[in-house]
Each structure stands twice: as structure tokens, then as C-alpha cells.
């Protein structure tokens, strides 16, 4: 074997290695973004809960100064 196709075998193989380097970072990537869309749904969701929550207190507040007829804010 010769000088010059050691090194392209050397090269191909550092290319190589790259490629499946890049490949298991990607996939660690995308199992770090599923958890991410998870944990970020159930933010939405527990947002969405207290904004009905704060509704039906803001409701409630407008029924109880209607009710007394005096302005409370």
C-alpha cells in the first residue's frame, strides 16, 4: 500500500466517522425536541386552565358589584 492511498483510506475514514457522529447528534436533537414539545404543551395547557380560572373569578367579581351596586375598583 502507498503513501497516497493511506492517506485518502485515512480521510475517507475521518469523513466517516464525522458522518456517523452528526448522525447520533441529530438523533439525541430530536429525542431533546420531543421532550421539549411535551413539556411545552402541558405549559400551554396549565395557561390555558388558569385563564378559564381567571374568567370565572372575573365573572364572579362583576356579579358580586353589580350585586352590592357599589364601585369596588
Same mark, same amino acid.
Do not use: F, M, P, W
Given at each position: 500500500m502507498d503513501f497516497q492511498a493511506f492517506v485518502s483510506w485515512c480521510f475517507y475514514g475521518l469523513?466517516?466517522?464525522?458522518?456517523?457522529?452528526?448522525?447520533a447528534i441529530l438523533a439525541k436533537m430530536n429525542?431533546?425536541?420531543q421532550d421539549l @414539545? /411535551?413539556?411545552?404543551?402541558?405549559v400551554i395547557e396549565k395557561?390555558?386552565?388558569?385563564?378559564?380560572?381567571?374568567?370565572?373569578?372575573?365573572d364572579l367579581f362583576e356579579n358580586i358589584k353589580k350585586n352590592r351596586g357599589? @364601585? /369596588?375598583?
Open positions: 469523513i466517516g466517522g464525522c458522518a456517523v457522529y452528526g448522525v429525542t431533546s425536541i @414539545n /411535551v413539556k411545552i404543551a402541558v395557561t390555558g386552565s388558569h385563564e378559564k380560572r381567571l374568567d370565572k373569578h372575573d357599589q @364601585n /369596588v375598583c
